[in-house]
């Protein structure tokens, strides 16, 4: 059985995301699975080691999350929003491909 450690329940989704590597300089695309307000499962298309801390993009809420790596399994990973930092609204950055 599986336990859930985490302390809200996290909504499940399927939204496109985005992960921003040293300030957008990498860019490695991702389904968000599910969210929360303090973090969110991630689904990549291939296998590769997560940064400790990076930046996610929700293409949906036009938003950068500051966040940082809980867990990663395969192509898939825990991450979670650093608490003190809001989004940071970016509509003028969003590239004209992912909308």
Request: hydrophobic share 40%; with cysteine.
């Amino acid at each position: 059985m599986d336990t859930e450690s985490r302390a809200e329940h996290r909504a499940r989704t399927l939204k496109r995301g985005q992960v921003r590597i040293d300030g957008g300089k990498s860019l490695i695309d991702c389904t968000i699975r599910d969210l929360t307000e303090t973090g969110a499962k991630l689904r990549f298309e291939n296998v590769f080691p997560l940064p400790p801390t990076f930046e996610l993009f929700i293409v949906d809420a036009k938003a950068i999350w500051p966040a940082r790596s809980a867990w990663q399994k395969g192509t898939e990973a825990g991450v979670e929003f650093f608490p003190t930092e809001a989004p940071k609204d970016i509509p003028e950055m969003i590239p004209t491909s992912i909308v």
